[in-house]
């Protein structure tokens, strides 16, 4: 005989969830305890949004669900951010809260919140787990993470209904997925084909809805037949940004009137997993898209008239025709304005984002994994760091939550522990959630930290300019970010030399150690680069 957190335990450790992420309240603590039973370690940090995209993160990097466990009420509230940000980032997580009891008395109100009612919209399945249905819903919440789009789903659990005894656990059958038509991505490969063969300044956009499995497929494609290729910000490595037939990220970075431009001058435009979740102007919907989709994109939308295809078929399927035309670097005066604009060099006293990028990028080994928060420098790195990898980038775009950035890292360092991770954050996205650089240190999860201090929220004092607003409320008192680092047992260092802080990130790397290095930006720097 079990009980039904025992058995949600089992289940989660049989469907290989090594780790959980939270932080608990007596409500969740005989689960805690099951998981720990069951081998699956609890990674305790400081704050449940944190734990949520820790969490998303890493599962997202181990082809599994990320699992965020927290306690009811305030804890529960805490999962509004995580929860939104796996809806329109496409990450995969489940979270599970404590819950008081169905059967309280009506009069019980203390920490009950309607948690089903307000995660539902955000989630791909709710449901309250109990002693009779636990074998059901726990694997259902698992597999709808991993149904593409990747999302959310939710799970309750009372502390009452945790420590009830259940029979056996029962096998579920497992839903064999639709399986796609070959045929249909033959035909679909023959038209595009032969529109190619007809474009002379085609345009391959990459998006969020690739499998990254598809990479060396789509590496080959876009080699082979020579195609300029542009990417969102999500999913930078897919391809090489080193090499010559790569235009740009599109989606709202840095450089972007010179992205739109290239958009509009494309005579064919091929959205390829392309989805507009990423993407903050109207373009996606203005200008002919052809469109290669594989599944639906957030929201479940899928463009008018397209039908969906299975890309690593309709990969191969291109690749067994010849390249039907040849293209000489149709969008070079776009790639070229694009790099000259990160040349420069800004305010006194100060390093120009432009040497931050060439001298982390010269530093680090091409499989490092980037993180990023939200704000200006999100823009800088999102345009300009030179991706090579798949799955090296990691920044809220969807969303685009400030405070994604240091837990991205944890969880990154985590799921890849022989992989250099690399954070860049504003110091105020620092200053959101510093504190679970105590965590890293205390889980074994060590990462170099880029803080780019301008004692402002940089973005939004941009954005008021651009508006013609009087500045108003945008600029804080700095708070040390060595010192904050050092608080929480983490070494730092602040530089506004280039050569230092290459020398500095390399040498963290190398020794497997945390750091935090500050450096000193100039807002109006940016306004070059936007
Ligand atoms: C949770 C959240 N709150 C507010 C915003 C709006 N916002 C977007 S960027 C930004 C400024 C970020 O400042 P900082 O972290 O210092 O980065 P910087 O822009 O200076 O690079 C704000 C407030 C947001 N995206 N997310």
Redesign the pocket.
Known sequence: MSTTAAAIAKLLADAGIERVFGLPGGEVLVLMDELRRAGVDFVLMRHEANAGIAAAVYGKLRGQPGVVLTTLGPGAANLM?PLSSSYLDQEPLLAISAQIPDDFPASHTHQLLPLHDVYRPVTKYVATITGQNVSDVVPRALAACMERPFGATYLTLSAREALKPIADLKGRATEEPEAHRRETAREKARELAGLLGKAKRPLVVIGLGINPANARRIRQWLNDWALPVAVTPKVKGIVDETTANFVGVVGGMAADDVMCEALEAADLLIGFGLDPVEVDKTWHAELPIHWILEAPNVGGLVPQGTELVDHAQFLDALLAHQPPSTWHAPFGPFQERRRARLNGSGASGVMWPGDIISALAAALPPETIVTT??????YLFGQYWPSRQPETFWMSNGL????YGLSAAIGAKLARPDSPVLAA??????SMNAQELETAERVGAPFVTVV?E?S?????KLSQEGKQLEPYRVDFTPIDTVKMAEACGVDALRTSNPDELAAAAKRAVERRRSLVIGIPVS?ADYRRLF
């Not at 954050?425 to 620092?430: E, L, S, Y």
């Not at 402002?456 to 939004?460: A, E, P, Q, R």
């Open positions: 951010l928060d939200v704000g200006s420098h999100k685009s939550g400030m405070g954050v504003g110091d105020g996205g620092f780019l301008d402002s929220y940089s973005l939004i807002y």
